[in-house]
């Protein structure tokens, strides 16, 4: 049995950049489902949380039940999770927001929504990759930024002592858009683990 046979990954598909990340898996060689139902979580060995709005983002988690079965997967360490800019916004303890969201606590950084400013002052710079050393271009949108983490987390990418990317165990988080990258590095780590 290859690699692949093994992983399932899912895509959280209510809202946000679903068919980029589905494309971004695509191009690895894998296919991926999307998320909408919470019995389709069981069969996941990966999931992705994409970028959007995550208030409402986190108003499906706690409706249909999938944050709360989310949380109990992360915490038995049976699920590999990865949340891209909004995503990492709900995977944090700590959401610094105008409006409530609830986030659910998984990775032990306090992060700040809209910390760049509105839609206009989204940007575009270069990173380098620390776990593959490899460099490339990170586009943000709208993004967060992560104000503090445990310094028990590994910083996989950081720009001007800004942590960029963040691991904690089964948790990695970015606070740009890795499905725009090609190749897809950030995906194909995420695969791996
Ligand atoms: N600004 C969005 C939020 O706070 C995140 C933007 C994005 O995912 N590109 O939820």
Redesign the pocket.
Known sequence: MSNKDKINVGILAFH?DIEEHEEAIASLGFSSIRLKYLEDLDNLTHLILP?????TISKFLDKTGIGKAIQKRAKEKTLQIYG????A?LLAKEVE?QYP?SNLGLIDAKIS??AYGSQIHSFETELNFKPTKQNFEAIF????KIISHSDKIDVLCEHQEEAMILEQDNVLISTF?PELIRPAIIHEYFLSK
């Open positions: 946000g970028g959007g709005e995550s208030t891209t800019c909004a995503g916004i927001t969201v929504r809209n949108i709208r993004a967060p858009h």
